[in-house]
């Protein structure tokens, strides 16, 4: 079972970039979806 | 390479819930990256395979403050070659009031439509047809997707108005079946109903298809 983020976003506090470039970056480790909160 | 989906997320119009069903059906399969209502960098369709636009709660007027920004760059993304894919508020928004990104089809209320086994917009399990085989998917108020413009039919409501539908680079749904086991259980009257990611598969297979296109 490969490992869930749950990932908050609150856009431009906690930036829709910044979560982008989290799951950017963490896909290629084999996490492969994130929860995203706005 | 997975192909990577532009995931529209705006609270609750198009919620969390719907964009987190989503990226579970679809996560082992598709990258996804998130935009909201604030304005994109120049480059941010660039690699975008797809863009989603979920649905949620609310006017589907909304479209006018949370796309402000950004309408214009997803019509050209769509224009270019891109694909759309709108589930529920999604779907409407790809109607000519909204995106306009459809030839001769608009997203109608289905409870507004003749012969439609329902009245009313709440949350409920909705007799469907998908390809074919006779299911029940949750409905919250969802679209029914009319007109004489050139499309597949994936499925339909029970009046057999077309409820999912391609037309071209552009996939629609009215219905969720990118919904969750706690959307079932969050309804006394849908409690036993959930589908056991049964629908998870329809919408991958369904986005697969749209990739094909």
Same mark, same amino acid.
């Given at each position: 079972?490969?490992?869930?983020?749950?990932?908050?976003?609150?856009?431009?506090?906690?930036?829709?970039?910044?979560? %982008?470039?989290?799951?950017?970056?963490?896909?290629? %480790?084999?996490?492969?979806?994130?929860?995203?909160?706005? | 390479?997975?192909?990577?989906?532009? @995931?529209?997320?705006?609270?609750?119009?198009?919620?969390?819930?719907?964009?987190?069903?989503?990226?579970?059906?679809?996560?082992?399969?598709?990258?996804?990256?998130?935009?909201?209502?604030?304005?994109?960098?120049?480059?941010?369709?660039?690699?975008?395979?797809?863009?989603?636009?979920?649905?949620?709660?609310?006017?589907?007027?909304?479209?006018?403050?949370?796309?402000?920004?950004?309408?214009?760059?997803?019509?050209?993304?769509?224009?270019?070659?891109?694909?759309?894919?709108?589930?529920?508020?999604?779907?409407?928004?790809?109607?000519?009031?909204?995106?306009?990104?459809?030839?001769?089809?608009?997203?109608?209320?289905?409870?507004?439509?003749?012969?439609?086994?329902?009245?009313?917009?709440?949350?409920?399990?909705?007799?469907?047809?998908?390809?074919?085989?006779?299911?029940?998917?949750?409905?919250?108020?969802?679209?029914?997707?009319?007109?004489?413009?050139?499309?597949?039919?994936?499925?339909?409501?029970?009046?057999?108005?077309?409820?999912?539908?391609?037309?071209?680079?552009?996939?629609?749904?009215?219905?969720?079946?990118?919904?969750?086991?706690?959307?079932?259980?969050?309804?006394?009257?849908?409690?036993?109903?959930?589908?056991?990611?049964?629908?998870?598969? @329809?919408?991958?297979?369904?986005?697969?298809?749209?990739?094909?296109?």
């Amino acid at each position: 079972m490969k490992p869930t983020i749950a990932l908050f976003i609150a856009d431009p506090k906690c930036s829709v970039q910044s979560g %982008n470039g989290i799951m950017k970056a963490l896909y290629s %480790n084999e996490t492969y979806y994130c929860f995203v909160y706005c | 390479m997975k192909p990577t989906i532009a @995931l529209f997320i705006a609270d609750p119009k198009c919620s969390v819930q719907s964009g987190n069903g989503i990226m579970k059906a679809l996560g082992e399969h598709y990258n996804f990256k998130i935009f909201s209502k604030n304005e994109l960098e120049y480059n941010f369709f660039d690699g975008v395979d797809m863009i989603a636009v979920p649905g949620g709660f609310g006017d589907s007027n909304s479209y006018d403050n949370l796309l402000k920004h950004n309408a214009d760059r997803v019509r050209e993304f769509v224009a270019q070659g891109g694909r759309y894919l709108g589930i529920c508020m999604g779907a409407y928004w790809a109607g000519k009031h909204y995106f306009n990104i459809l030839n001769n089809i608009d997203a109608y209320q289905y409870i507004k439509r003749p012969n439609t086994d329902t009245r009313r917009p709440h949350a409920k399990s909705i007799a469907i047809t998908w390809q074919g085989h006779a299911d029940q998917m949750f409905f919250y108020d969802g679209c029914a997707l009319i007109g004489h413009g050139q499309k597949q039919v994936i499925a339909t409501y029970a009046n057999g108005d077309p409820m999912a539908i391609m037309q071209g680079r552009v996939g629609l749904i009215g219905c969720h079946p990118e919904s969750e086991q706690f959307w079932y259980d969050s309804y006394s009257w849908l409690k036993g109903k959930y589908h056991n990611g049964a629908h998870h598969t @329809l919408l991958l297979n369904f986005v697969d298809q749209l990739m094909a296109q």
